[in-house]
């Protein structure tokens, strides 16, 4: 994977934001030959048409590129990503809509990439589609425009899409998940340009990945799920890092990723606390569990100060 940035990450990165410089300059570390496998099984286990995973019974994920604004170094796809394979023509569309409808039990579907909202016209199409499949009722965009590149949130093509999504509405909710990491990432750009979408009606939730030497301490983490409650966001998951070859600089030590965790839930609303998560290879996402419960032993636990609570 290439590096690659927007002219709104370099200035962050010039004015000094390390978190920043961190997730999208190349790091010398990286070995630029080791061969990025699947992590997630998703091409080999869970792909029935081009573009399409489906690994939840009741929900798809579809990946209408491989492009984004800009390259995160510890992208979980990062064998992909920019690469023009992710592109998809007409008979794709329609063949992964036939996919949809022919499952009903798809009620959920999530475009992701990629990032969707870099391919607006593809993204238009899609949403057409889904529009006449009645088993649709949630669509989800997963981005990461906002934070790459701000204002490219109220261009003309992005007004169309918001548009057309709204009037979707009877047809199916839309829900806009931004991928944010670190409070450095929401500068008054990045909250107009969020600003913008929730004009629309559009609730908007965020994930984060844990990243070592980026977000990997109580006070960053703090600041951002705080910084977006306040804006209306809320925080829906963080991830740990995915074990992709090549990214291991990224992956924090889970212990103490428990603990940041821990100590954030026993001072923070539950509202501004995402859901702690690990992707498993060929299974799914599992939730980590916090230092409240001695397992396997459920007939204790602990209270925010740390007092032992009999049940
Ligand atoms: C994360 C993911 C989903 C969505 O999971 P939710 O828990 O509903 O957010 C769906 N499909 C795949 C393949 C995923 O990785
Ligand atoms: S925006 Fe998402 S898909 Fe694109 S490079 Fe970053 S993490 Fe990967």
């Known amino acids: 994977m290439e590096e690659k940035t927007t002219p709104h990450l370099q ?25 990025p496998n699947d992590p997630l099984g998703e091409e080999t286990l869970f792909s029935p048409v081009k573009g399409i995973v489906h690994k939840y019974p009741n929900r798809v994920l579809w990946k209408t590129t491989y492009r984004c604004a800009a390259h995160c170094q510890f992208c979980t796809r990062v064998r992909q990503i920019g690469s023009p394979e992710g592109d998809l023509e007409d008979n794709d569309i329609a063949s992964a809509l036939y996919y949809i409808e022919a499952h009903p039990e798809i009620d959920d579907v999530i475009l992701s990439g990629g990032d969707p909202l870099v391919v607006p016209q593809i993204s238009m199409r899609i949403i057409a589609g889904l529009r006449n499949i009645p088993s649709v009722r949630v669509v989800r965009i997963g981005t990461r425009l906002p934070i790459h590149s701000p204002k490219s949130i109220s261009s003309l093509y992005m007004k169309r899409l918001f548009k057309e999504l709204q009037a979707c509405t009877d047809n199916f909710q839309t829900y806009v998940l931004v991928h944010v990491n670190h409070p450095d990432e929401l500068d008054y750009e990045v909250v107009d340009a969020i600003r913008t979408i929730r004009s629309y009606g559009f609730p908007v939730l965020s994930q984060t990945v844990f990243l070592k030497a980026v977000n990997d301490n109580e006070e960053a983490l703090e600041e951002l799920f705080k910084k977006l409650y306040y804006m209306g966001v809320t925080p829906y998951y963080i991830y740990r890092c995915d074990y992709v070859k090549g990214l291991e600089q990224f992956v924090c030590d889970i212990e103490s990723e428990r603990e940041i965790m821990t100590m954030l839930h026993k001072r923070m609303s539950g509202i501004a606390l995402p859901r702690y998560i690990v992707d498993v290879e060929g299974v799914g996402k599992i939730p980590v569990p916090l230092g409240f419960w001695d397992v396997p032993d459920i007939n204790h636990c602990q209270d925010y100060q740390g007092k032992t609570i009999q049940l």
């Open 11 to 35: 200035r962050k990165i010039r004015d000094g934001s390390n978190a920043i410089a961190r997730q999208f300059q190349m790091q010398s570390e990286t070995n630029g030959n080791v061969e």
